[in-house]
């Protein structure tokens, strides 16, 4: 009878041991799914068949992509980079493909350039409408070439209020990256690696883009206390093409869903104007400078921070 007890005594410590191991786990899983992230795909600047022999294939291989995962993203095309008959006939693919079609003005002028004006950026931002708006998909929403929003106040202000008054809807980045450098050191290692298997160069982009994902995320929770419904920045880029079915079910693996950009742009933080200088990055970039948050580095991206780390894996 003691050892009658003595098992059920023990099971039933088992049970209870094993009861709150479980809501242990439990306590620690539930802040990870409500916390869960999500993010959105879009492209700046479109491709340019007049220059790139392979423009259309490329096109199709990003399309293909975000088909196959059933992603919708939104193309932001450069009007001088898509103004030909082959070039449009790449972006109205994306409208026919129920992708969103925006704009990223027509010269891609840097606007925190002295050089442009305010009147100069605003004709070039209805230039660019003007091209693009009868085509399948067009949305008016605008987003800033190299993430540029201005130098002095008069110039920031004063498009923000432009854009407000003709309607124009956020097109800003909550995830920004260099994948445009990537994809020039990609192009060059490719020509002289013509038969390698493209894995290292996978495996380094594959890495950045986490890198700057998680870093973007970890700002939104330390100023938002939670994270944002996110737009990563990409561009129309050979590199892309080659690897989005990677960088989709990377972002898959860790758990990050993907959304449409329009579910995206409706987190509030989408509607808060930085009142930054020079303004523009990515909007939690812009958010952390508000905030007098230590350790920012400016531009958020560039070549100089990526140069060594290629070059060490002599990629
Ligand atoms: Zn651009």
């Excluded at 799914?33 to 490329?58: E, M």
């Excluded at 206390?225 to 690897?243: D, E, G, M």
Aim: overall charge positive; some cysteine.
């Amino acid at each position: 009878m003691k050892r009658f007890i003595f098992v059920i005594g023990e099971r039933s410590n088992i049970f209870w041991n094993r009861l709150i191991i479980l809501l242990i786990a439990l306590l620690f899983w539930l802040p990870s799914i409500s916390q869960s992230q999500s993010i959105a795909l879009s492209f700046d600047d479109g491709f340019d068949p007049r220059n790139q022999p392979l423009a259309s294939s490329w096109n199709r291989s990003i399309l293909e992509a975000l088909s196959n995962a059933q992603i919708k993203s939104i193309l932001f095309p450069a009007g001088k980079r898509v103004d030909s008959p082959a070039g449009l006939r790449l972006v109205r693919d994306w409208g026919k493909a129920g992708h969103a079609v925006a704009n990223h003005t027509y010269s891609h002028l840097n606007f925190c350039s002295e050089n442009t004006t305010l009147e100069q950026f605003i004709l070039d931002t209805e230039k660019n409408e003007t091209l693009l708006k009868g085509l399948p998909g067009w949305t008016k929403r605008l987003r800033f070439p190299y993430l540029k929003e201005g130098e002095t106040i008069s110039k920031r202000d004063g498009f923000r209020s432009w854009l407000t008054d003709y309607g124009y809807k956020s097109g800003a980045v909550s995830i920004d990256a260099s994948d445009w450098y990537y994809n020039k050191r990609y192009l060059s290692w490719r020509a002289s690696h013509p038969y390698d298997d493209p894995s290292p160069f996978r495996t380094a982009y594959l890495n950045h883009l986490w890198n700057r994902a998680t870093y973007c995320d970890s700002l939104s929770k330390r100023i938002l206390k939670r994270s944002v419904r996110h737009v990563l920045l990409l561009h129309t880029k050979a590199i892309n093409a080659s690897f989005l079915p990677d960088i989709i079910a990377m972002f898959r693996s860790k758990g990050w869903e993907f959304i449409s950009p329009e579910e995206a742009y409706e987190d509030p933080v989408y509607a808060i104007t930085p009142m930054v200088l020079p303004a523009g990055e990515s909007v939690l970039w812009a958010l952390a400078k508000q905030n007098g948050l230590n350790g920012l580095r400016y531009p958020a991206e560039s070549d100089v921070y990526e140069k060594p780390l290629l070059d060490k894996l002599g990629l």
